[in-house]
């Protein structure tokens, strides 16, 4: 903490469940809000930065990562900063031939596909996260300048990030992006123990690098399995919930909170909050498609119910955070999830439909008080876009959103 601050951050507030930092129920100084992808194509300034240097590069500058970080926050007055990286940066670090295509997304030399491909990918080492530690320390450093220079009593926290397993697998194994990802679905099922392999090191590659990111000074993070909801419940449980885990549980120690995001997961929004929820008492090592992670969850609870010792309760990510999109209402998703194992309601994170910010004032003022409304139901709540910023918004609308959302009265979460 830094000397002279009296108030907590209001986004840490709502991921702490509406609590102040003893754990009392509290309303925050002002009800927070950040956008998935705010820094990027809409800010003109950012265009003007990263002219002539291609995306993964602008990732590994530490200076222009941290400034371009920095330029959202300044500008909109965002709650939070989001690390400016990719999740295909652990694939760049590791050596892989992998660039990201303007207008297309990351793209890499050659796919993976068979075992020995997989058994092919480098390891990372620590060391190689060298100028993302840089980046964030850079960061959170220009983040107190800011609350200093505003005269405010919060730092604006950094939200450290990285892609889930599986959506860093989808990526790989396709070789580019794909609507139904056709490829990684099959190797799961056709070819299971290249799956396991693969998604066991993507697992090692995001969790370092959101670990590196947390030591440097995040304070908070954010899983991406953005397209997780392409899945069913089954295949989720299955192949995908134990290698989410086994990336968490490289952060879940920290003490931080972790957000778990990915679209159209409906299906699968419980499981999505158990493996954070559980991601301390996953294996690391070895990870394995289990039968069904839910019911190894039930047993960890019920041992822990009758007292035994198989798991401690204080053994659970104390955070657990979810992202919605914007195809489910807050509501709905604060109802179907219900008290987690903590007892209380989960605090969300969402939900503002991007289409939104192309609609007249009107349409979109009415459109976020109903965002408002129904994110009261949660246990606490963070105000996001249901996905990222499209590059063609105009960001004077984004900061307009964030003055409304200001405006509003807070209260503590719901338990
Ligand atoms: O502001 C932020 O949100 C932080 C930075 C951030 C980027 N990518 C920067 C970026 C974050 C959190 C990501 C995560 C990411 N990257 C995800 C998960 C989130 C999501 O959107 O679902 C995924 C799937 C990727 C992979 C990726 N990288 C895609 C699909 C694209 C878009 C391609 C395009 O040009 O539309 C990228 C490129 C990318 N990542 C850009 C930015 C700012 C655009 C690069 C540019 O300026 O040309």
């Given at each position: 903490l830094v000397t002279g601050l009296t108030t907590e951050a209001p986004l840490l507030n709502q991921y702490r469940g509406g609590r102040d930092a003893a754990g009392n129920p509290a309303a925050p100084a002002r009800q927070p809000v950040w956008f998935m992808r705010q820094a990027g194509r809409s800010l003109p300034e950012y265009r003007k930065l990263r002219e002539g240097t291609t995306m993964l590069d602008s990732c590994l500058n530490p200076e222009m990562a941290s400034e371009i970080t920095l330029q959202p926050v300044r500008?909109?007055?965002?709650?939070?900063?989001?690390?400016?990286?990719?999740?295909?940066?652990?694939?760049?670090?590791?050596?892989?031939?992998?660039?990201?295509?303007?207008?297309?997304?990351?793209?890499?030399?050659?796919?993976?596909?068979?075992?020995?491909?997989?058994?092919?990918?480098?390891?990372?080492?620590?060391?190689?996260?060298?100028?993302?530690?840089?980046?964030?320390?850079?960061?959170?450093?220009?983040?107190?300048?800011?609350?200093?220079?505003?005269?405010?009593?919060?730092?604006?926290?950094?939200?450290?990030?990285?892609?889930?397993?599986?959506?860093?697998?989808?990526?790989?194994?396709?070789?580019?992006?794909?609507?139904?990802?056709?490829?990684?679905?099959?190797?799961?099922?056709?070819?299971?123990?290249?799956?396991?392999?693969l998604a066991a090191w993507a697992a090692r590659a995001s969790g370092a690098f959101m670990r590196a990111q947390?030591?440097?000074?995040?304070?908070?993070?954010?899983?991406?399995?953005?397209?997780?909801?392409?899945?069913?419940?089954?295949?989720?449980?299955?192949?995908?919930?134990?290698?989410?885990?086994?990336?968490?549980?490289?952060?879940?120690?920290?003490?931080?909170?972790?957000?778990?995001?990915?679209?159209?997961?409906?299906?699968?929004?419980?499981?999505?909050?158990?493996?954070?929820?559980?991601?301390?008492?996953?294996?690391?090592?070895?990870?394995?498609?289990?039968?069904?992670v839910l019911q190894a969850m039930g047993e960890a609870l019920a041992a822990k119910e009758e007292g035994r010792t198989a798991h401690d309760p204080a053994s659970l990510t104390t955070y657990p955070v979810l992202g919605v999109d914007y195809r489910m209402n807050l509501r709905e998703a604060a109802d179907q999830l219900g008290a987690g194992t903590n007892g209380r309601r989960t605090p969300l994170q969402g939900n503002i439909d991007p289409a939104m910010l192309f609609a007249d004032a009107e349409t979109l003022h009415q459109h976020v008080q109903a965002v408002l409304a129904d994110g009261a139901s949660a246990g606490g709540h963070v105000v996001n876009l249901g996905h990222g910023v499209p590059p063609e918004t105009n960001p004077e609308v984004l900061t307009r959103v964030v003055e409304q959302i200001h405006s509003v009265e807070t209260h503590p979460g719901q338990d």
């Open positions: 500008r909109h007055d965002v709650d939070a900063a989001i690390f400016f990286s990719d999740i295909v940066i652990p694939l760049r670090l590791a050596g892989v031939d992998v660039e990201i295509k303007p207008g297309v997304g990351p793209v890499l030399g050659s796919p993976v596909r068979t075992l020995e491909d997989v058994r092919a990918l480098p390891e990372l080492d620590e060391a190689a996260f060298a100028p993302i530690v840089e980046a964030v320390e850079l960061t959170t450093s220009g983040l107190k300048d800011m609350a200093a220079e505003a005269d405010r009593d919060w730092v604006t926290p950094l939200i450290g990030f990285a892609g889930a397993p599986f959506t860093l697998a989808a990526y790989m194994v396709e070789g580019k992006p794909s609507k139904e990802h056709l490829a990684v679905r099959t190797m799961m099922k056709a070819n299971t123990e290249t799956w396991n392999e947390v030591m440097a000074g995040a304070s908070a993070a954010q899983l991406f399995d953005s397209w997780a909801g392409s899945l069913s419940r089954a295949d989720y449980l299955e192949y995908v919930a134990p290698f989410s885990q086994a990336a968490l549980s490289h952060v879940a120690d920290l003490g931080v909170p972790v957000i778990h995001f990915g679209t159209g997961t409906s299906q699968i929004l419980d499981v999505m909050r158990a493996v954070v929820e559980f991601a301390r008492i996953a294996p690391q090592e070895p990870v394995e498609s289990g039968p069904s």
